[in-house]
């Protein structure tokens, strides 16, 4: 097996996974290593030569930019997270850090030719496209119905369980990737409504905050009631 794939924190759960390991070597060769900085940006919407790449370590943001040069943040996107528009001839989204972020690389007509050899790869790459339409799907109804309590309780529901090592149980602890602002942003909110809603949840028992954004959490059994979601 290719050396930084044996050593890849992802290795087990990207879509890279379904390969063997002379299939995932053989993809490697084709992969570079970059390293972005908070608010750098991966590609930019209107890129034609935008790459694909899979999420190593950090967070990103999928946003747009309307007319009045508002941010409007769509996804976000966490370790083992896929990202490229593999069929469109060029990036719809700005693609942007939120923390400093490691991601594996390739040029799309590298995938593409992955794709064509590896069939396991292809249907990885769907069922990634599935869940992740799934999520959008849902964090639109959450939105659009949900109080502002159930809004940010299932938000944090959702850190907690991209920053678990397991899809058994959620993390105890972790560090926030979006800031007040950008959390009111993808929620709706205003930021004083996500500051008091985040104190109400504290109180409740269901977190503690840590510092600047650290979040642990007290009652994951709680939050989870207080998010709607079935399960983590």
């Known amino acids: 097996m290719n050396a ?3 050593t890849c924190p992802v290795r087990d759960s990207a879509a890279c996974s379904v390969l063997t390991e002379e299939e995932r070597s053989a993809l490697a060769a084709a992969g570079r290593t970059r390293v972005l900085d908070r608010g750098e940006m991966l590609f930019a919407a209107g890129d034609s030569h935008a790459a694909c790449a899979t ?31 593999l069929f469109a001839p060029f990036a719809h989204h700005d693609v942007v850090a939120l923390t400093q ?10 995938i593409d030719r992955a794709i064509d050899a590896y ?11 599935q869940e992740d339409l799934l999520s959008t799907r849902n964090m639109l109804e959450l939105t659009a119905n949900a109080s502002a309590e159930t809004r940010l309780a299932a938000l944090l529901h959702d850190f907690a369980a991209a920053a678990s090592a397991s899809s058994c149980h959620l993390a105890s602890e972790f560090e926030l990737p979006l800031n007040r602002g950008e ?5 709706g909110l205003t930021i004083e409504t996500v500051s008091r809603k985040m104190g109400e949840l504290e109180n409740l028992g269901a977190i503690a905050r840590k510092g600047k954004r650290g979040i642990e959490l007290v009652d994951p059994a709680l939050l989870l009631t207080l998010s709607g979601r079935s399960s983590v």
Request: hydrophobic share 50%.
């Open 4 to 6: 930084a794939c044996e």
């Open 55 to 85: 999420l190593v370590s950090g967070a990103l943001k999928v946003c747009a930019i309307d007319r009045d040069g508002t941010e409007q943040i769509l996804a976000l996107v966490h370790p083992s997270g896929f990202i490229g528009e």
């Open 101 to 110: 972020s490691t991601l594996c690389t390739f040029a799309r007509a590298d």
């Open 119 to 129: 069939p396991a790869l292809a249907r990885a790459l769907l069922r990634r496209a």
């Open 183 to 187: 959390i009111a942003n993808m929620l």
